[in-house]
């Protein structure tokens, strides 16, 4: 059978639409009447525009339900032409601690303040602590009852694997149970005497930005627990020399995502008529799903020390600048310290700033001064092997450091 | 009803009124047992809760405390002769709760439909009656009409 | 029917025989051995005879079913045990704690078999809590007016607040752990049980129980209707399951138990019992929901040997309160706050008592204390509670004398107001006495380990960790979890689709299709039991007994 139909030639609608093809192909002839009548001054219009004059689309304004968000463009008003570099919560600086000090203008001192070195050595704990304090972590590790979805799990090598999603107590939730409840024993063992100068808050905003030669340094990070005195933690004794690392090739500020929206305004959580505002010690989380590199690499040892010095120094910075007493030089009559503490949990890395200036230009004579010591493990691991809970390679160091930090005043 | 459509509000827009809109609320038995405060209406679906709200509370000047909605799934039917699937519109069903105080009993419509049905079944013997004395009247003589008659 | 009976009787005569049989045997022997002697009594002893009846051999199923829940060893086992019959889970009436429906009370009394008692909003004179307020006073308003102050100048940052339930919860949550710690730290020199509490952040509660003395829906009536034999017993009550989940800001645990405030006796009341509100319809009549999930009793962490089990205080969030309309009025307000204290004590209570081998099923052999405090950081209700009695199920709601306990105040303020300097105007000393009473109630019961989980194995087999077998703990430990993670199960519920139901369940239409759907095949998919799955493959390579073996092939269950 054929595949086409038959044509019917002689049918006479299809005739017609042959007709109407042809013609409509027809190019008319130019008369030469329209230039004629240009030349008069008379429009001409085609048959088109009169027909199927050109309507444009009316664009409808619909408000919604909620609010539209801001545009992040030049539009914003907190639009600048200069672009700020950004510490914020979820990036690591790339040269890790020696750019923080380069930023920071700050020299490291390895080893804690002679006080709090003696308090770690001398305290005298009962002699169940230790026992109790396997117990908390224990019972914040893997006893709490929270179930919700953990990030997923890749295999490097075999990165298009779906392994089952894993429920469990989330790492927030893990770090803050942990951190109360070694608070809470450190708390019982200070006596009231150190604990009524001492409030805890969580969840704290600080803000503030600096001017480093030419660069704008904006800080907006989050503590997640903020230990405040009714009194500021003492000076440190002692000189201190050193100079800052030399980053060449790299700028002090590769790897600070540009801002182009940002308020220039600082923000320190508590009101500074407030008695119990002094800054005394900031717990950070270290979360590596939400903390990373820009391009995706694992974080460093030396970048997490990074983490704490700037941590560290933008409580101190915003809190001098809520003070409001800086001079022109920036040197701080009365430098301010701040005890901070970086964990993901297990590991913990102390260490102790204090903030002589806010000059950063690299040309400045006054160093700001931070020590620290290499992180400690709290524990080496912390699950469930075969049905039951269990804990290795427990160190009472970090409890130790932990303590004294608390007492420190 | 309006002839007007009731359009959809969304913020920022003028507040609109509609004069007599396509609203109605239809008072039906429950299905389930149901404290005696509740109250069960059929409303149109375009009906909110407010709306309900403020027709009871306005218009018949009943104490609303609550009212939950939901769109009731309309019942399918299987025609009897060509065999297709027709299917009710959906209701939306609003369960007024008024304060704990107050009770509510549905109204017994048909208390005395024994009663009427008794009394349309006698008048109907009656006539049977009538028609079949007459049947025996006029046995005798079979094709005279009813009115050839002494 | 007929047969059955003549089969009865053919079996009767059976045995008649067998025994006249053996014992002419055994006479035989027992002229040989008179020691056999004790089999044999003066008087014949017949074993109980029981009610063949429907209702009563569906009652005594019942009953072995919780028997086996008890005789379960560990208290892992027992949950999964509870679980066993449905892969799905239960059909399970969501009460929360952030929504109260209006006129919840009576519910929510008969769901927990409490009674209600006002408490005076007074404590008595006591000079030790005198000297307490006075000393504590100071401590808690700087607490309050630095939280205030806080979190003022936090929201100063945002452009965009938080809703007023959000705002309220957090600035709550901020107080709650200021005033905590301050009474914490003063009370702990007099008081040395706060030494050893535990606090739990934002802890999770969860508990399932079964209640009794509910109208039955109109689909089970109406299938009962349909039987002859059924159709007496179609309006008989059913039991509806019930599922609380809770998440209260702070809760502290020690220990050792509160000491009761009622007597055995004054709680094994009939009387009392029997005036307790029964809300006999649907709980979604009030607003509330169901949804399908596995029994879950979760007082805030798992099983452990050394955790502090018993609760002390929990504090409880009165945020969603505010999404009430104003319509409820004040009244109600005051009732949903007595709801949600019962219901939060109850179930927290429940979970403990789940976790010393007690559940909805087996009863309390002693009764359990806790204390609420509801607050928004202004208003505070203080409440206690005192469970005596798990069991609602069945007929119990009619028949169990024993009821539990709740006594709470009104929402007492503990300051009148924040001023615009932040400071704290007006406050209410009687507040702070109240809660100071509830810190310094001391936990002073303590039970040796028999007497605290009877229903548990002993002291070598308490908790599914105990056992020797890492396999089976292992197992334990992961069935465990994965029924209180509430995740999905990993085969999905089949699904009926729209056009099935038009055309093939409403209306018969396609009478020539094979009958392949379940529903077509007469499959209830929600009857499928726990353990209805295929069993993980064990690899050759590391299959124990060697390659060859065919028996190691799928790895063993430990099902109770």
Redesign the interface.
Known sequence: MRLTNKLYAQHIGWHFKKHWQVQGRRVPKDTGAAADLLKMGVQVKTSEDVLNPKREPKLVEIVGAV?KPIVEDETHPNWHLTAGHLFGDSNVLLGGLPQAQVLTNTIEINGFPRQIDEAIVSTQFPKTIDRTVQ?LI??SQ??????V?LPKIKLIDRPAYNLP?V?GISHE?RN??LI??LL?EI??LAG?SV??RR????N??F?TSLIKDNDLLLFKITGDKLISSARPLDTIKGKFNGDLPDLYPMKCTVSMPKQHIYTENT?Y???RE?T?SHPHTIFTYFDKTVVGNMHGSEVSKTQFYGRTLLKAFAVAASRAKQLGDVPSNGVLQKPIVVQCIQTDGQEFHFGVLQLNTLDLSSDSATKNYWFHRPSVDLFTECS?Q????NIGGYNSEAFRILNAFYNNS | MSTRWYPVYQRGNPQLRVFLPNFWMKLVRP?????A??VTFAVSTQMTKHDVKNYLEKIYKLP???V?TRIALGD???DQVH?Y?T?NDDVKLA?V?M??NEAFTFPDIFANKAEKQEQDEKSMDESKQGFRKFLDRNKKRPGTPGWYSI | MLTLRRGEQLRARLHALCRRCLSAKTQAKTLANTADDVEYSAEPEYPEIRDLSFKARKQQLAVDWHNEIRAVPTVEEKMIKLNMPRYYGYKVVDLTDNLV???ALPLTQHYTRTVLEQQPATVEEDAKLDALVKATRE?VIEALE?AH??YK??LS?LD?QPDAVQRERQLTL?IL??VN?AVL??L??DFAHL?DV??D????HEAFWAVGGV?P??NVVKSKQGNEWQKDQAHDSVDRLVQYTGEPYLALRHRHQLPNWRTAEESNNLTLAKQLPRY???AR???YCTKYQHAVN?????P?A??PNFGLLSFQSRAHLQLR?K???EE?QLEALHALAIQSSYAWLLAQANYNGFNTYNELTYPLNTQTVITNGREWSFYAYQLNTLLVHGAHVDENPVVNFCRGTAPLPLYGEISEAGKCVDFNEATLRQLLAQYSNVPSIQRSPAELLPYVRDATLRR??D?EN????????RTF?HL????PRHLELPEIYMWEK??KI??P?RSMEPRRRFFELNINPWRRTLDQHDKEYVPRVVRPGGKKNREGRYKKTYYP
Do not use: M
Request: aromatic share 12%.
């Open positions: 609010d117990n224990i019972s893997l006893l709490d009852a929270q179930q979805k999603r429920y939730r803050r149970l109360n409840k809470f708390e019982k009231r604990t009524v409030k805890l808050i969580d704290v905003t803000q923000f959580p508590i009101r407030i119990c469930y075969t049905g039951r809970p | 299905t389930e047992d149901q404290p405060n509740v609303v405390v609550d939950r399918t039917k299987r065999g699937i299917k369960y709760t304060p704990k | 429906p209006y006129n401590d630095y102050d806080l100048h936090q940052l965009t901020i752990e200021q710690r730290q003063a702990s020199a030494q535990e606090i952040y934002n802890p999770r109208d829906p109109k006999k319809f649907d009549t009030l607003g979760v007082p805030g962490y798992w452990s050394n955790a309309p319509t409820y009025g109600d599914a960790a056992y890492g396999e089976q703990r292992e197992f334990l430990e979890k209180a993670s509430k995740r038009l055309y409403d209306n239409t």
